[in-house]
């Protein structure tokens, strides 16, 4: 590991440390939208990720945000110079607010459909308001979607040319969804990965070891990350992966290849898992400190 990679992943572990009950300010401090690469453009906030990808067919948007950010959200898409009704399918990695707070105000403004995997489907027709969520009744709630579709593990969500392919990777939420398609830039294809968040935060009193199948599911989507199409890594918290960093090296630099590292789903899977593990640990300790 290379030290700004060190640098960002102490970061990013810090990051998930404060994310239980912080509402950053910068997740709805306004970011002036970009292209990542070919047909994918960065729409979110400074702190809160929302990518949309284009066709001339119509696009697809994952993520939403913060409820509040819903009209900024739906600037950026302006700013860029595309049409909010010509965003036909909204994909969302996970049920939280900071995620999905903005999708049932974005569906009605662009009238897009709204799909994710089927636990994401629940929570998200619940408002956020899910009894399998580790967070349940500590995370905010938000306004309800519906409908919402199902895009089962390892199948495609299509509109006009664009595929994007959702892999179940439960853990953080059950419904916990990352997302992969192919963009081009001058006839270069690479792999963008939307990775959900890997993060084990539950209320007071949530042990992940008290569940061996929640356990096991996670470890599975560790492996499923690592495994992943990726060129380009991209989070629902870009901090958690460096990608402002990434970003601004390539701007400043002219270097596309600042933002392209095939490792870096596999380098995310690692690092993720072994905070997850030490969480496990720690849980144990607590029990037997308790007696339990
Ligand atoms: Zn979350």
């Known amino acids: 590991m290379n030290p700004l990679t060190r640098t960002l992943w102490i970061g ?21 939208p970009f292209r990542i690469y070919g047909n994918s453009w960065y729409v979110g906030t400074r702190g809160l990720s929302a990518v949309l990808i284009t066709s001339p067919q119509g696009h697809v948007l994952i ?15 302006r700013a860029l110079g595309f049409r909010l009704r010509d965003v036909r399918l909204i994909l969302n990695s996970h049920a939280h607010a900071d995620h999905a707070g903005a999708i049932a105000r974005l569906a009605h403004d662009s009238g897009a459909t709204v799909a994710a995997s089927a636990a994401g489907a629940k929570a998200l027709r619940s408002g956020g308001d899910d009894p399998d969520d580790p967070q349940y009744g500590m995370a905010p709630r938000y306004p309800a979607v519906t409908p919402v579709e199902v895009v089962a593990d390892g199948a495609a969500a299509r509109v006009g040319s664009i595929a994007v392919t959702a892999h179940d990777t439960p853990g953080h939420t059950p419904g916990s969804t990352s997302w992969t398609w192919r963009s081009c830039e001058e006839g270069r294809c690479l792999s963008l990965a939307y990775v959900d968040s890997l993060t084990a935060l539950g209320r007071e009193g949530f042990r992940y070891s008290d569940e061996p199948a929640r356990v096991e599911a996670f470890r599975q989507s560790f492996a499923t990350v690592a495994g992943l199409p990726c060129d380009i890594l991209i989070t629902p918290h870009p901090d958690a992966s460096g990608f402002m960093q990434k970003i601004a090296a390539r701007d400043r630099d002219h270097a596309p290849a600042a933002l392209v590292d095939t490792g870096a789903c596999r380098a995310y899977a690692a690092a993720a898992q072994s905070r997850f593990e030490q969480h496990l640990a720690k849980e144990r300790q607590g029990m037997q400190r308790a007696g339990r």
Do not use: V
């Open 12 to 32: 990013a572990a810090l990051l998930a440390a404060s994310l239980a009950h912080a509402n950053d300010p910068a997740w709805s401090q306004p970011q002036q």
């Open 63 to 77: 993520d939403g945000t913060l409820e509040g950010n819903a009209a900024q959200i739906e600037a950026n898409i």
